[in-house]
């Protein structure tokens, strides 16, 4: 968990840094941007990863506004709107791929990766792969901007860390969208809730289960 906040807040703080350039010295916003900038770079170095990506959030949103009055949010990358998904993504399989590229039409991506414990008291068995493994391998993939272990007690905090614009749900997400909705409302979170109606394509193996199924399939024919 640690890791992938230093990672996150070390990202936030390059993007801040390559925007800032843009910014004429001297002006009342490039002061702003740029003491929010050394207060993140102060509480990275303090090892403080959560209080770095909330100071350079606060930078960025400063540079949102002013990119947006002077008619640049096109041309800068950090305008696209911040997308959060959510999942435990073992054994990485087509859908998976197919439903962080539908993520990145919206903007930016952020995996938020659920906890081995998590998933044991959701499903009753551990992932497959453990998190720091399945951490490395999303966040390796091409339209993941930021990946980063969920918190093991509440859900809800690395979202309110990142403040997405945008939650993306799976077509096969079970958890209560109104219910999602209001718990993101009474913490306010302001991200509006986006729920996928139908997978994209049917695959042999577009589930962990199917995979593991295949797996056991597989190893009972070569025993016999």
């Not at 606060?58 to 949010?73: I, K, T, V, W």
């Not at 659920?114 to 391998?137: C, H, M, S």
């Not at 918190?151 to 077509?171: A, C, N, Q, R």
């Amino acid at each position: 968990m640690q890791d992938s906040l230093k990672n996150l807040a070390a990202k936030y703080i390059s993007n801040v840094e390559g925007a800032l350039k843009s910014v004429a010295h001297g002006t009342r916003i490039y002061a702003a941007v740029n003491n929010y900038l050394a207060d993140a770079k102060h509480y990275y170095a303090r090892g403080d990863y959560t209080v770095s990506i909330v100071c350079a959030t606060y930078a960025e949103g400063l540079l949102d506004g002013h990119f947006l009055l002077e008619g640049r949010e096109k041309a800068w990358e950090w305008s696209a709107k911040k997308v959060v998904v959510v999942g435990t993504f073992d054994l990485i399989h087509p859908g998976h791929i197919d439903f962080l590229w539908e993520a990145k039409k919206y903007g930016r991506v952020y995996v938020i990766l659920a906890r081995d414990v998590n998933v044991v008291r959701a499903k009753g068995r551990p992932p497959i792969v453990p998190e720091e493994q399945r951490l490395k391998v999303v966040e390796s993939l091409k339209p993941v901007d930021y990946a980063i272990l969920g918190d093991e007690k509440d859900f809800l905090k690395p979202i309110e860390t990142i403040g997405p614009d945008i939650i993306l749900l799976g077509p096969d997400e079970q958890y209560p969208v109104d219910k999602l909705r209001r718990e993101l409302q009474e913490r306010g979170i302001r991200a509006e809730v986006i729920k996928l109606p139908q997978r994209f394509a049917d695959y042999p193996l577009s589930s962990t289960s199917q995979i593991i199924k295949r797996v056991l399939d597989v190893a009972k024919v070569n025993q016999e």
